[in-house]
């Protein structure tokens, strides 16, 4: 008589268990490195968009500093301007050009009112003409979901140029 081992058959089993097992790892490895890289690629698209609001307000404060009365007073007010560097001055353009083919930025300028009585900025009052409430706006073009980063400062005519 003949005996039968419980081993045979198992092999086949193990086989597709074991295959199971890297299919599954394999699978959680795969989607974890996408988060990975999205999140790196946001992470990036955060940056750089930081540093065109940096450039952008440095340039402005250029401007300021070279001439108020012959760039910042001339702009027109809730236009949407971008500054432009030529090699040797940064100037203000209209409308904003896309940057690197990935960005856009605009630099909208609206008036400052002042309270008649304390001087301090508000909401009505008489309008300050050396000073300009800037808001940079950074949007990104191809990246999902959309990224857009907005920062807000006053300007003022510190030197009365």
């Known amino acids: ?8 058959g198992f092999g086949v089993i193990e086989i597709i268990v074991a ?27 955060r940056a750089q968009a930081a540093m065109l609001i940096e450039e952008a307000s440095e340039a402005l404060q250029i401007l300021r500093d070279t001439s108020w009365n012959g760039t910042i007073a001339l702009t027109t007010l809730n236009t949407p301007y971008d500054v432009v560097w030529n090699g040797s001055t940064y100037s203000l353009a209209t409308p904003p050009a896309t940057i690197q083919g990935r960005f856009t930025r605009s630099i909208v300028m609206s008036q ?31 990246a999902t979901p959309t990224l ?11 030197y009365g140029n």
């Open 148 to 158: 857009s980063i907005e920062s807000e400062m006053l300007i003022h005519n510190t």
């Open 1 to 8: 008589m003949r005996t039968r081992s419980l081993s045979q």
């Open 19 to 45: 295959a199971a097992i890297f299919i599954t790892i394999t699978a959680v490895a795969a989607s974890t490195w996408q988060l990975y890289i999205r999140i790196a690629n946001a992470s990036t698209n």
């Open 112 to 142: 400052v009112l002042r309270d008649g009585i304390t001087g301090d900025i508000s909401t009505s009052g008489s309008v300050d003409p050396k000073t300009r409430k800037v808001v940079i706006t950074i949007s990104t073009l191809e």
